[in-house]
């Protein structure tokens, strides 16, 4: 099945600062989304994003299907935007998750 | 907006019981998942349903079985629950396909087995 590698595993920063999260993923897909998990469990859908690029806010995404990536951009981030960032990947319906990044946002 | 329920937030149960969990979504959505969350080993898919009555084994599917009888709700079932099924237990719904497969989740069960 696919594999989904995403980096980096933890990240804490400072509010205000950028990050860039990434996903590299080990065959072709036409699905591809970005999930934030907040405290209490739920994801919430950040993108749905198989190429090219999207933004929402302070949120940007990039996927390059031809080189099997992803990349997350946050940018001025907030104490809110604490939690897991999971990128999942696959063919139609079926999604294979990565193992989450865990930001930390320090006021 | 899309919007998936699932019946129970926090569920304790007794090992050997039957454990019905539920979810519902509003948006006429073919498909419909069922995954489990654990520490260390994200999320993994149990079952998905991609039409009323169809079912297809998923990652980890030994231990459950699922029910679909109407389109808008997918069922889990954990015929005799163990302590290894303590889990959190995710729920989702996506279309049939074009222009998007995107999938959207409901806000979790998390299931005690003691």
């Known amino acids: 099945g696919i594999q989904v590698e995403q980096s980096p595993p933890d990240l804490i920063l400072q509010e205000g600062a950028n990050s860039t999260l990434r996903c590299n993923f080990s065959d072709s897909v036409n699905n591809l989304q970005w999930f934030h998990q907040n405290p209490w469990g739920q994801l919430i859908n950040l993108f749905y994003i198989p190429s090219g690029t999207k933004q929402n806010g302070r949120l940007s995404a990039t996927t390059v299907a031809t080189e099997r990536y992803s990349l997350l951009y946050i940018s001025s981030s907030q104490t809110t935007d604490s939690g897991v960032y999971f990128c999942?990947?696959?063919?139609?319906?079926?999604?294979?998750f990565g193992k989450g990044t865990l930001l930390t946002v320090n006021p | 907006d899309v919007k998936v329920t699932q019946s129970s937030r926090y569920l304790v149960k007794r090992t050997g019981e039957k454990v019905f969990l539920e979810c519902v979504q509003d948006m006429d959505h073919e498909n419909m998942f069922w995954y489990r969350q654990d520490p260390g080993l994200g999320l993994r898919l149990i079952y998905f349903?991609?039409?009323?009555?169809?079912?297809e084994k998923g990652d980890i599917p030994e231990g459950y079985s699922v029910s679909r009888e109407k389109k808008e709700r997918f069922s889990l079932i954990l015929e005799s629950a163990s302590t290894n099924q303590t889990s959190m237990y995710l729920c989702?719904?996506?279309?049939?396909?074009?222009?998007?497969?995107?999938?959207?989740f409901g806000p979790g069960t998390r299931l005690t087995v003691t």
């Open positions: 999942a990947v696959g063919s139609n319906y079926k999604l294979t």
């Open positions: 349903s991609y039409d009323v009555k169809m079912k």
């Open positions: 989702a719904s996506s279309p049939e396909g074009h222009p998007s497969y995107e999938q959207y």
